[in-house]
């Protein structure tokens, strides 16, 4: 058995991969991101891309795209996983990147994973990269997100044939920095052998309202919100929130 060292999502992607797959639909996402998009050859910028899952569909249908994200496990297995999109490793508020972008992206509640004073910072460059007119979707936990769904301690298992994961989370509560804590140990089996990391990583808790503030503060108009990536109507309690925005033209 072996252990990584604590750190932020610092485990082979290959196993991070099994875990979305129980967590999101990525046809409904492709689908939705693309509505945003020129039929064919528009330029994507994925913040947070994790290991590169949504990029690799949007690049199978014919669009240039570029992921950014801090986990140097994820950016490899997703440099190794397609040749075709561009990976850069950074923390995604102090990324330097060569817009314009037709459509930039922050999926998987990634801007809750960012320290109240990089949202801002993210928030403008997202400005500077988009094309005139071009979109940003943003997937983000909001604060009945987090207490209708919280827990103290969980237990999950990801099966994918031959590999069996098991994540064991302790949630701690930091009510007056709004902040939520998790140590996550992941114990795998993987055709016989088994290993075990550890993340121990933040969540921030932002409101809708809150965070629409700092959009329109870094210039950037709120044109959709959603319940999910279906445009369906936002629901007033569980779930995350979809928030469409656009640098106006």
Not at 140 to 154: G, S, W
């Amino acid at each position: 058995m072996t252990a990584d060292a604590a750190g932020s999502f610092e485990f082979p992607g290959r196993y991070y991969e099994i875990i979305r797959r129980d967590f999101r639909s990525l046809e409904r996402e492709t689908t939705f991101l693309g509505s945003y998009l020129p039929a064919v050859a528009g330029r994507v910028l994925d913040v947070g891309c994790g290991t590169g899952t949504t990029l690799r569909a949007l690049s199978k249908l014919g669009h240039r795209c570029v992921g950014v994200d801090q986990s140097a496990h994820f950016v490899e297995f997703a440099r190794e996983s397609c040749g075709d999109v561009e990976y850069v490793h950074s923390n995604a508020a102090d990324a330097e990147l060569a817009g314009p972008f037709d459509l930039v992206t922050c999926l998987f509640v990634t801007i809750n994973y960012m320290a109240p004073d990089d949202v801002p910072r993210l928030l403008a460059k997202v400005a500077s990269w988009l094309a005139p007119g071009a979109h940003f979707v943003l997937d983000m936990a909001h604060l009945l997100n987090f207490v209708d769904n919280y827990q103290p301690y969980i237990i999950a298992h990801h099966i994918d044939e031959d590999v069996l994961i098991t994540r064991l989370t302790r949630h701690l509560v930091r009510p007056h920095d709004a902040n939520w804590r998790h140590d996550e140990s992941i114990i795998v089996r993987d055709r016989g052998e088994v290993s075990m990391y550890f993340n121990a990583f933040d969540q921030y808790v932002y409101t809708v309202r809150e965070m629409t503030r700092m959009l329109d503060s870094a210039g950037l108009t709120v044109v959709g919100e959603f319940g999910a990536f279906d445009h369906s109507v936002m629901p007033t309690g569980k779930g995350h929130r979809v928030i469409v925005a656009q640098r106006p033209g």
